[in-house]
C-alpha cells in the first residue's frame, strides 16, 4: 500500500524444524540436553526466508536429535498425524509435516538424512523437496553436516503443492560459506519442452523389498499419467542398490550413533528412550575403524558415479517413498523383527542420501485406511528443478490438494487422493 517493494513471499507464513536456527527462540532438536540453547543469529536460509518477506511464525517438532521416523520425545512429546491421530506423522520432520498439513503454516523447512523431509511429507499428504546436497545452505543445522556428512543430511522445502515448494527453494537456494559442499549452482528454469523429452523409469530393484498393493499402485498411477502426457515411461533396474542401502546404515547408524553417545557421556540418563534403543542397537554392530571408514566413503563415490552412468538415458525414477502409508505410534522401530522396521520400511528413500541424489515426494493415492501414499520423483544431482517440474505434471493430472479431515479420522477410500 505504500509502494515500497516487497519480496516474493511478503506476507506469507511459515515454519521451521526445531533443528535449524532461528534467533532468539529455542532451537532443541527434540532433546533435553539442548532445551536451553537459543541462538543469537538466523541461519542463512531463515534470513533468506525473511528477506524474502516470510512471517516465521514458530519451530516445529523432531524426535530426539532427528534419529527416528516418528516424532516422539522426552522435551515436547508426541506428533500426531492431522489424517489421524492415532497415526505418526512421520520423522524426523514430523512436526514440519504435520504443521502443514493441518493449516498451521503455508509450508516450511525440514531436513533430510535418510527420508526425513519425503517420509513426513507422505505420511501427511503434503510434498517435500530432499534437495541436491549443497544446493540450499544446511548452515546452522544441528547435527552439524561437516565432512563426509555433507552429503547425507540436507536441508529441504516442505509445502502443499509443488508450486510452493519451488518458489521456497528459489528463494533459500545459493551457496553458503558455512557449508562446505555449497555450490555456485544458479535456479534454473525449465522449459515445457524440456520436461516433455524425458524417459522415465519406474525404478525396479529386488534390494527395496516389498511395499503394500495399494502403494504399488500409487507409482503405477504416477506412471501413467506421465505416459498419457507423452512422457516415455520404462521399468527401470539400478544396479549396486543392495550396497548403497548397507553403506547408508554404515554411516547413519554406526558412526553418527557412537558421537551421539560420545555428546551425551554422563547425561545418559536425560536420553529419550526412542534415542537410546538407537544408539544401544547401532553401536553394537561392529566396531568402527578409520580405514573402514575411509573404505566406505571411496565406495560411496564409486557407487555414485555407477549411478549416474546407469542413468545417462532414463534421467528420472519414480518409486514409492516408503513400503507403505503411516504407521500407528509406537510400531516403529530400528529394531530387527519390529512391525515397522525402519531399515526395511524406509529404504526407497534411504539410498538417495548416499548418492546425494534430489526427491520430491507428492501425494496421489490412498491406503485401505484413508491415510495419504505419495510417490517419489528422482532425478540426478543439480536437476532438482527437473526434478520439481515432473513432480507437478503428477500432481496437475491429479487434481487440487485435498486437506486431511477435521476430526482427525480418515475414513476408508479406495480411489486416487
Not at 525440514?110 to 517420509?119: K, L, N
Not at 549452482?185 to 529386488?206: F, H, P, Q, W, Y
Not at 554411516?251 to 560420545?262: D, L, S
Amino acid at each position: 500500500m505504500r509502494g515500497e517493494r516487497v519480496g516474493p513471499l511478503h506476507g506469507v507464513p511459515l515454519t521451521i524444524k526445531s533443528c535449524i536456527d532461528a534467533a532468539g527462540w529455542p532451537t532443541p532438536a527434540g532433546s533435553l540436553l539442548r532445551k536451553d540453547y537459543v541462538p543469537r543469529v538466523d541461519a542463512p536460509l531463515v534470513a533468506r526466508l525473511r528477506a524474502a518477506g516470510a512471517i516465521i511464525l514458530g519451530n516445529t517438532n523432531t524426535p530426539e536429535y532427528l534419529m527416528a521416523y516418528e516424532t516422539d520425545n522426552s522435551l515436547s512429546g508426541k506428533t500426531r498425524n492431522p489424517w489421524n491421530v492415532e497415526r505418526s506423522a512421520g520423522g524426523s520432520s514430523g512436526g514440519e509435516a504435520a504443521a502443514i498439513a493441518a493449516g498451521c503454516s503455508a509450508g516450511g523447512v525440514g531436513s533430510d538424512g535418510g527420508g526425513s523431509i519425503r517420509v513426513p511429507a507422505h505420511f501427511c499428504g503434503i510434498c517435500g523437496l530432499k534437495p541436491t546436497p549443497g544446493r540450499i545452505p544446511a548452515t546452522g543445522h544441528f547435527p552439524g553436516g561437516g565432512g563426509a556428512f555433507g552429503w547425507i543430511g540436507v536441508v529441504g522445502p516442505m509445502a502443499r503443492t509443488v508450486a510452493d515448494l519451488r518458489a521456497l527453494f528459489e528463494v533459500t537456494a545459493g551457496p553458503d560459506e558455512g557449508d562446505a559442499l555449497s555450490a555456485p549452482v544458479s535456479v534454473r528454469a525449465v522449459k515445457t519442452e524440456d520436461v516433455g523429452k524425458l524417459r522415465i523409469g519406474v525404478l525396479d530393484s529386488d534390494a527395496l523389498g516389498k511395499e503394500t498393493p495399494e502403494t504399488t499402485a500409487t507409482v503405477e498411477r504416477a506412471a501413467r499419467l506421465l505416459s498419457e502426457q507423452g512422457f516415455v515411461v520404462e521399468t527401470k533396474r539400478l544396479n549396486g542398490l543392495d550396497r548403497t542401502i548397507e553403506l547408508w546404515w554404515y554411516f547413519f547408524g554406526p558412526v553418527i550413533a557412537n558421537i551421539i553417545r560420545e555428546s551425551f557421556v554422563g547425561q545418559a540418563e536425560i536420553m529419550s528412550p526412542m534415542l537410546r534403543e538407537y544408539v544401544r542397537l547401532a553401536t553394537a554392530e561392529m566396531e568402527l575403524t578409520c580405514d573402514g571408514f575411509l573404505k566406505a566413503c571411496g565406495e560411496r563415490d564409486r557407487l555414485r558415479a555407477e549411478f549416474l552412468r546407469q542413468m545417462e538415458e532414463v534421467t528420472v525414477l519414480l518409486s514409492p517413498v516408503s513400503a507403505g502409508p503411516a504407521f500407528a505410534h509406537g510400531e516403529g522401530n530400528w529394531r530387527s523383527g519390529a512391525k515397522e522396521n525402519y531399515r526395511e520400511t524406509m529404504r526407497h528413500s534411504q539410498w538417495l542420501n548416499v548418492a546425494g541424489f534430489p526427491g520430491v515426494a507428492v501425494p496421489l493415492g490412498r491406503s485401505r485406511e484413508g491415510l495419504p501414499i505419495g510417490v517419489q520423483v528422482i532425478g540426478r544431482p543439480y536437476e532438482d528443478e527437473l526434478v520439481l517440474a515432473v513432480a507437478e505434471t503428477i500432481e496437475r493430472r491429479r487434481g487440487p490438494w485435498q486437506a486431511p479431515p477435521l476430526n482427525g479420522i480418515a475414513g476408508a477410500y479406495y480411489g486416487p487422493c
